[in-house]
């Protein structure tokens, strides 16, 4: 079973006494806030009247209550408030919330929040510490700065769907959001970056990062094959770039995934599988070699891998210390004693949906773990709280029939 998180220890949490403004929806911007709020952040997430945060209504299922599984996945340990940024009256909530907070985060497509004078330049001078940081499909500037960005755009352009999938085979994505993804861990980064550099300077500054940047900076073996050898990497199933045999294979039973990615592991791969031929073998003799005769060696190897059981020979690979392991769909990949001992999936209790399951914090910090502190907020939920934090619980009235709080 999952462990139940409701509340942290004693002990601050890393990232306590700042506070974050989340004016993003979607993916992106929401995970960049959740990871700053799963390590002590207070995070304000501001959303348009009526219908909220766009993946409140997103994905075709839902469990008990109105929002989807996808915005609870992304929005624990945060606070909403509705506010209305056409009218004057909700800009006044959202300048006087500026001058409490230290982040901002936003992924509008550029030029939007400055239509609603809510963009760096604006907030900046009602408070120069503060840090903000935009997340768009190709960034602020640049010719594609305006076009509209999905993951599956970034993706394609940044020449991620180009290297996925089976060499001949019609083009496939990445599995996960790798751009959506990758922009909010990057925005997380930077936003971490600026924190300690304001202890010095005493000023925020503007972070702009984008799907584009993500995907292509998570470009790594790809974008350096490319430069080393000047031609486009190609789709390789499950192979590696850089090392071989590093890939599935088909055993008698189902497949399985080995990877021997150095001298000392092909040597003692050749022992596992009883072909000591292979290392005398000069196509072989190095992983350059291996690497270039990927497709002739793994057509060596098949007959051998289909005298046994995929379970069988990840056993036999792991006992002489040979990484190999079984292909898991989800289900096994959530539920298994290891995943459990992580705590990598945690429950999570909710007002509405009772306990949910989510992901839980990939980094394990020894003295300030990251925490639950509350479920993902309802659409509007913490208003008047809000708004009394800020000493304007007494002109809330005046201010809701300004049309602050509705659309």
């Known amino acids: 079973m999952a462990d139940v998180i409701g509340s942290t220890g004693a002990q601050p949490q890393p990232l306590a006494g700042l506070r974050v403004l989340d004016m993003s929806q979607v ?10 709020g799963d390590m002590g952040a207070d995070v304000i997430k501001i959303e348009p009247p009526g219908v909220g945060d766009q993946t ?21 340990n945060k606070r909403s408030i509705t506010l209305n940024l056409k009218t004057e009256a909700g800009r006044k909530v959202l300048h006087r919330l500026v001058q409490t907070a230290d982040i901002v985060v936003e992924n509008g497509r550029p030029g939007v929040t400055k239509r609603l004078a809510a963009d760096y330049e604006t907030l900046s001078k009602i408070n120069p510490r503060l840090i903000y940081a935009s997340i768009s499909g190709f960034g602020q500037t640049g010719p594609w700065s305006q076009r509209a960005g999905f993951d599956l ?9 180009s290297a996925t999938g089976l060499a001949g085979a019609e083009p496939v994505k990445s599995g996960i959001p790798v751009g959506d993804l990758g922009a909010g861990l990057f925005a997380a980064y930077g936003i971490l970056s600026a924190v300690i550099g304001r202890q010095t300077s005493g000023r925020g500054q503007y972070i702009d990062t984008s799907l584009l940047d993500a995907a292509l900076a998570l470009s790594v073996w790809e974008s350096t094959e490319y430069w080393a ?16 045999p590093y890939q599935a294979f088909a055993a008698s039973d189902g497949t399985f995934v080995v990877g021997a990615a150095n001298q000392k592991l092909w040597l003692i791969f050749c022992d596992v599988v009883d072909r000591a031929d292979l290392k005398d ?6 992983n350059v070699e291996r690497v270039r005769a990927r497709s002739e ?28 392991g079984p292909i898991y769909d989800y289900a096994r990949a959530l539920d298994n004693d290891h995943v459990h001992h992580r705590k990598a999936v945690i429950e999570i209790e909710h007002p509405v949906e009772g306990k949910f399951r989510a992901l839980g914090f990939p980094a394990k910090l020894s003295a300030t773990p990251a925490s639950v502190r509350m479920p993902p907020p309802l659409l509007g939920q913490h208003t008047e709280e809000i708004l009394a934090e800020l000493g304007l619980d007494a002109e809330q009235s005046r201010l809701d029939e300004a049309g602050a709080f509705a659309a």
């Open 229 to 244: 050898t000047g031609n486009s990497p190609a789709p390789l199933g499950t192979a590696n770039r850089m090392s071989a």
């Open 56 to 76: 409140r209504k997103s994905m075709g299922f839902r469990m008990k209550g109105e929002d989807s599984p996808g915005f609870l996945a992304l929005n624990r």
């Open 153 to 161: 755009i970034a993706q394609a352009m940044a020449g991620v769907i």
């Open 27 to 36: 993916m992106a911007g929401p995970f960049c806030c959740m990871l700053l």
């Open 297 to 324: 060696l793994a057509a060596e190897l098949a007959p051998t891998f289909l005298t046994r059981t995929a379970g069988e020979w990840v056993d036999a690979f792991l006992a002489a210390g040979v990484p190999a």
């Open 281 to 286: 073998d000069p196509r072989y003799a190095t």
